[in-house]
């Protein structure tokens, strides 16, 4: 008995080091995003954004954007990588863009995701002038792009 209860004892260590690893949280560039986390980096090298993708991104000319996510996050390391394609390509000129990485509970030291009533991950926020324009949470109806703009 004794010898078992070692046995998983030495088996759940790897476990509980892992749990104890909080992911990254906080402001992160795409630069960093794409050279260190793996997954981000095959989805932007796999997507190929449309021609009226690309185009409509222009809509978003002189708006900021808040980007909210987890660098754990199925859905943010399908759609992050795919905005940052997006901006590549159209070349648009945003007045900024803030990417911010949030741990498993949602929030960051600096409170922006609090701010912003961060739900789910990912949540991009387009803003002119400091007003919500637009909200695309988790994954957009249509195309990253078409999302982004409607309404714009």
């Known amino acids: 008995m004794f010898k078992q209860l070692i046995l998983l004892c030495a088996l759940s260590m790897p476990l509980v080091s892992n749990a104890a690893t909080a992911p990254f949280s906080g402001d992160i560039t795409t630069d960093v ?15 190929t954004p449309t021609e009226q ?12 954007l808040v980007v909210l996510f987890g660098t754990w996050c199925h859905d943010s390391q399908r759609e992050v990588p795919k905005l940052i394609k997006l901006l590549d390509e159209s070349k ?13 509970n949602k929030q960051d030291d600096a409170g922006i995701a609090q701010a912003h009533d961060l739900q789910y991950t990912p949540t991009f926020i387009v803003k002119d002038d400091g007003k919500e324009l637009v909200r695309v949470i988790e994954k957009p109806t249509g195309s990253l792009a078409q999302d982004l703009t409607q309404g714009l």
């Open 92 to 104: 648009v000129e945003l007045a900024s863009v803030k990417y911010v990485a949030v741990g498993y």
């Open 53 to 64: 993708d690309i185009a409509l991104m222009q809509k978003l000319e002189g708006k900021a």
């Open 33 to 47: 995003l794409l050279s260190d986390y793996d997954k981000f980096n095959k989805q932007y090298n796999a997507f």
